[in-house]
């Protein structure tokens, strides 16, 4: 079994005070200023920078970097960097001249520091480089961020405004075939209506054999602009669902529609062949009889569609949900 030193977990970690991280950075911005001197010295600077590495051991790279990006926020990056980038140069030249060599200690404490602050120098010199290059390149004005937007929408924008043109366009055509469509059944029916010496059974199968036709053609039509669409108006979405399940509203319609059609035409048949005239002796001999049975006739009928209807229109998922339930009573 692998055994855990819970001692080696405990170490405490050596975090550097946040005062002598100020410490450093101060330092750091000064000798940024000196590099910002027009009577930059060489010497002077590198001495400075062999203090710092004397005190603190290690550079710190992100003051260098506010420092640049200060610049080209103050919109004087032409001019301030230009003396920083020619001083920077001066600074390395001189590091890794004799000159510079000759001034070496021979002691091997102060040997060390002093080849630390000429690999310093290289390395201020490269981040201020990496520092410049960076912000050209990620840098974006109002102006440029602007133009890439507009570059990056305006394909969309394109695509959009067809797709926003073509729906509106279909839309409108819709609005006014569904309008002609429904004003010219409603015209169509006012004549019917006004029509003088029709009998009222006659009138009413003419008015339900209309209203089949209209509400039908509206079904048709709204299927049609659907499937243009891509639009799903039924009551489902079911892929296994009948045509009875997925448009209920227009077969309970048309069921009210046909059962009123049958019975007017039944009726109209019956008083145009004098046919009443036995049912009436009918009546008058058995009335209770004859009531009674048309009306459980009527009434099974009716009964019968309703079920039958329900049947083919009810959703698959509220079967499944009765179904449940009965045999949870169970």
């Known amino acids: 079994m692998p055994f855990i030193n819970f001692a080696k977990t405990t170490t405490p970690l050596s975090i550097a005070p946040n005062d002598i991280i100020q410490e450093k950075t101060k330092a750091i911005v000064s000798f ?27 550079i ?47 002691s091997p404490i ?13 390395k201020i010199w490269d981040h201020i480089n990496l520092a410049q290059q960076q912000y050209s390149v990620l840098k974006q004005s109002d102006e440029e961020y602007q133009q890439k937007f507009e570059n990056s929408i305006n394909p969309y924008k394109e695509e959009i405004a067809k797709d926003m043109n ?45 209203g089949l036709c209209i509400l039908n053609l509206i079904f048709v039509f709204l299927f049609c602009i659907s499937k243009m669409t891509s639009l799903n108006f039924g009551s489902t979405d079911e892929p296994t669902a009948s045509i009875f399940k997925k448009y209920p509203i227009v077969w309970w319609t048309d069921l009210i529609l046909v059962s009123i059609l049958v019975l007017c035409s039944w ?30 006739f009527i009434f099974a009928v009716i009964v019968a569609s309703v079920i039958l209807l329900a049947k083919a229109t009810v959703h698959p998922k509220q079967d499944n949900q009765i179904t449940n339930k009965g045999k949870t009573r169970e």
């Open 166 to 210: 073509s729906q509106l366009l279909t839309m409108v055509s819709i609005f006014t075939a569904l309008a002609f469509l429904v004003f010219g059944g409603i015209s169509s029916l006012d004549n019917i209506f006004s029509t003088q010496g029709i009998p009222l059974l006659k009138l009413m199968c003419v008015g339900t054999i209309w």
């Open 60 to 106: 710190l790279y992100a003051p260098i970097s506010n420092e640049i990006y200060s610049c080209y926020s103050e919109n004087k990056a032409d001019l301030i960097m230009g003396t920083v980038t020619s001083n920077i140069d001066k600074l390395l030249i001189y590091a890794i001249s004799k000159e510079c060599n000759n001034r070496m200690p021979t």
């Open 32 to 58: 940024f200023d000196v590099l910002h001197a027009d009577d930059f010295q060489e010497e002077a600077a590198f001495d400075i920078l062999l203090e710092y590495i004397r005190l603190h051991d290690r």
């Open 267 to 296: 009726t109209y048949y019956v008083r145009k062949n004098n046919f009443d005239s036995w049912i009436f002796s009918i009546f008058q001999g058995h009335p209770r009889l004859v009531v009674l049975a048309i009306s459980f």
């Open 110 to 122: 102060e040997k060390k520091q002093w080849i630390d602050t000429q690999k310093a120098v290289l």
